[in-house]
């Protein structure tokens, strides 16, 4: 499965991002559909996860009621969906997926399969 990650860039505090997660197989649901993040000398770090079949979707604390993760079958697409950002929120943003993983482990980054190449998000102050 191969992810194409987009819409990163650089934005002022306050404004908005949306990010596109693209692969073909997406359309079937087969998949859980995560976004991790990394900053310069810091670890991955979750972001937001969208289940396979379900709409509940998981947020991490510091992006909940900010950052929207959606998913658009007809176009075999999970978008993120950043407002009010932050200069830290400034990292590279990965999406992930796997068809296997449970509800409990889609916070753990090692335990998704296909990784999409990042994109960069700057949050200037």
């Known amino acids: 499965v191969q992810l194409q990650a987009s819409g990163g860039g650089l934005v002022q505090a306050g404004g908005s991002l949306k990010l596109s997660c693209t692969a073909p197989?997406?359309?079937?649901?087969?998949?859980?559909v995560a976004w991790f993040r990394q900053a310069p000398g810091k670890e991955r770090e979750f972001v937001a996860a969208?289940?396979?079949?379900?709409?509940?979707?998981l947020a991490e604390d510091s992006v909940k009621g900010r950052f929207t993760i959606s998913r658009d079958n007809t176009d075999n697409t999970v978008y993120l969906q950043m407002n009010s950002l932050r200069p830290e929120d400034t990292a590279v943003y990965y999406c992930?997926?796997?068809?296997?993983?449970?509800?409990?482990?889609?916070?753990?980054?090692?335990?998704?399969?296909?990784w999409g190449l990042g994109t960069q998000v700057t949050v200037s102050s």
């Open positions: 992930a997926a796997s068809s296997g993983i449970i509800f409990g482990n889609l916070r753990i980054w090692s335990r998704y399969d296909y």
């Open positions: 969208l289940p396979r079949t379900s709409s509940n979707t």
């Open positions: 197989a997406f359309a079937a649901r087969r998949y859980a």
